[in-house]
């Protein structure tokens, strides 16, 4: 080769050939971090696609989606038993929907939530919980009533949690939860602890109702159980999101509790 | 069927799929990401690519489209960070002979993306420019000409970078 001052020792293809060789050969890729993502993103897939093709629906105009056709859910749907812990479907689903950082919402830490004064009047209790009249606003609460214990929390990743504790079995049970259409929500699905619930999403003019109903006959037994409302989009304000459940509890007696997601003192 | 001979893909590739991220992107943590992530887009149109012809030269678009895209996100934060001197941070291989190394990577930082994936496709990777052409969806003549430019722009900085270690030995035999 000729020195440095040689133009043409630079441009020739062996020089160049060899430089990027040598970065190459410095570093060796992680092969296992490499399969372990694509084994991520490959489970991100699979959950993410009946949901994508779900809020497709919705936004065509299809009012009601039943949205059972998550396979885990389906079976553990449709599932016979009235074991409250089934123990394989509902795994699958959490973990098929955890990696997905599409299905992931961010929520902020502290959620500011905005007080929204009540212009409606309660005046006839609401027959069901998807009335027009909407229960749980930050001032109208009804966290607890009978043997019926409940809570609402917004987890960091686009999930809305309630947990309800009975203390005493539960013979019915209609969760609704209430999940404002704010700028770029989208429903990505629910989660629930509850073996005997199904659980259903519908959209409304201004709200992903998403719905937990003990299955007819089944009874809840007395615990803690966490039903998920999971949404994304990114940051968005939860200050309008309420959840309201009426019950009966094994004693014929009749609970209507509601609430919202906003840090309690 | 398709794990199987998708995974017979992956052994094949990865290694170079990274390597190709690596030199595009300047990063080391994040080219095995950027490799994954084109390998999973392999994956999910497996039946087409395979069928259509080439999955390695698919797999290279798409790692050369990740990795300009990773490149325009970061961009901005990236130099804030390098401006406090946390840039740069996890590189696994810092080998004590790593001044050549850096000035390569440097060098191929400095060059316009679409030069500088011309140049590394076709030096690094020892790839035809109607290969080259294919991955990246433009023409051979663009091939051509993104190519010389590149490599001259590259040997200069090149140069640039060496000269000040180079001063020393006025007569620098090579």
Redesign the interface.
Known sequence: ????HD?G???D?D???D??????D??????T???N??AA??AA?TAAKPWSRAVRLAGSGLAVLTVLGLGGVAKWAMADSHDPTPAAPLPAVTTSAAPSPSLVATAPATRPVTSRPRTEEPTTQAPTPSASLVRGHPGDTQAEKGTLWSDGSIEDSGNSVVTLRPGADLTELDLTVRVTLTPGVTSVGFESTAGTVTATVTKQADAYLYRFTLKAGATLTAGEYKFTAKWGGGERNAGDDTYEAYAMSVERKRIHIYGNFAAKD | MRDQAFHAFFERHHAELSGLAYLLSGDSSVADDLAADALTEVWKHWERVSAAGDPAAYARGIVANLTRNWIRRQGRARRGLQLLGLGGGGERDRSPDVPAVLDVRTALKRLPYRRRTCVVLRYAFDLSEKEVAEILGISVGAVKSQTSRGAKQLADLLQDLRLPDQLDGWEVAR
């Open positions: 080769m000729s020195s440095f133009d020792a630079f441009l293809g020089h160049l050939r430089e990027m060789r040598q970065v190459l410095s570093r060796r890729p992680d092969r971090a490499m399969l993502r694509i993103n490959r897939e």
